[in-house]
């Protein structure tokens, strides 16, 4: 049967695929809608498949606060195009409430999972690399809770780009967890304080501040003392407490901490891509690549 433009546009709605893509599903159906859209269910999700080697560095992190529970969390896409698409935008906010409802403890147990609309987390990121053209991930994420004596310190930067979780016990304040967390996401601590810190990573950071000093030709009775001051420093780079606070140089951030009664229990810090080996695109070469399939 004849192809009409009204049927594409219909399928294209139902759908969200491509105009040509949606013309080739109803010549092949033979213009039914239903196996039409049978057919590019299949097609998307083997075209997802056909993704699983490209590298998707980019991406969105978020944060979601409810009650005594919250999530952080990073979903990857290829380019950052693509991460300021609104169905990705709404794929983000789909995975977070279900990660915050079902609070599953892997990556692998959530894809496994069932969310409201019956599809597994799996089924539904595949049917939106199908919808969006990209090859799209759920890297990593994380839930907290609390008690109704503390504040979560939910903050998002740059759109997205860096995202920060902060609890902070024996205070109510979220303005003040929030500051917290801006902190963080400025200056990017690994560690609330020294406790944290193993002995193993302090005794390397020691050996290499020795041999430092010592490279510099100091004398060898006052490179321990040089040493434990250097050490100080380091503290200062990795454990937030530790720290001159952003929002007032005159204080560390332990003293605005204590000056709210608090202490922080934890954090984490998400930055989109960290760790992945992004891959260097040749752009002329894949724009004829595309040209020629």
């Known amino acids: 049967m004849a192809i009409t433009a009204q049927m594409v546009k219909e399928l294209r709605e139902k759908t969200g695929a491509g105009m040509l893509d949606c013309k080739k599903a109803l010549t092949e159906t033979d213009g039914d809608m239903d196996k039409a859209i049978d057919f590019l269910r299949e097609k998307g999700i083997a075209s997802a498949a056909k993704k699983g080697d490209r590298i998707a560095a980019e991406g969105l992190t978020y944060v979601v606060t409810e009650g005594n529970d ?12 693509v991460a300021k698409n609104e169905a990705f935008q709404a794929l983000v906010k789909d995975l977070a409430a279900h990660l915050l409802n079902n609070k599953p403890a892997s990556v692998e147990e959530a894809s496994a999972q069932t969310m409201e609309n019956g599809a597994t987390v799996a ?3 595949n049917a939106s690399i199908a919808k969006i ?34 609890v902070l016990e024996g205070t109510t304040e979220t303005d003040a967890a929030k500051d917290v967390s801006m902190h963080i996401a400025a200056l990017k601590p690994k560690y609330v304080s020294r406790d944290e810190v193993s002995q193993e990573e302090v005794e390397h950071e020691r050996q290499v501040l020795t041999q430092q000093a010592l490279n510099e030709g100091k004398p060898a009775k006052i490179v321990e003392k040089m040493v434990e001051g250097r050490l100080g420093k380091y503290f200062e780079d990795v454990c937030v407490l530790d720290q001159t606070f952003v929002k007032n140089p005159d204080q560390k951030v332990r003293q605005f901490v204590e000056s709210k009664g608090a202490t922080i229990r934890e954090f984490v810090r998400y930055e989109v891509g960290e760790g992945i080996e992004k891959r260097e695109d040749n752009f002329a070469e894949e724009v004829m690549n595309q040209i020629k399939k």
Do not use: Q
Request: glycine share 8%; aromatic share 8%.
């Open 123 to 125: 089924d539904h990121i």
């Open 70 to 81: 919250a999530v952080i969390l990073e979903v990857n896409s290829e380019t950052d195009f």
């Open 133 to 166: 053209g990209e090859k799209l991930t759920l890297r990593r994420f994380t839930v907290l809770s609390k008690t109704d004596n503390d504040a979560f310190g939910a903050y998002i930067h740059m759109g997205g780009r860096i995202s920060v979780l902060s």
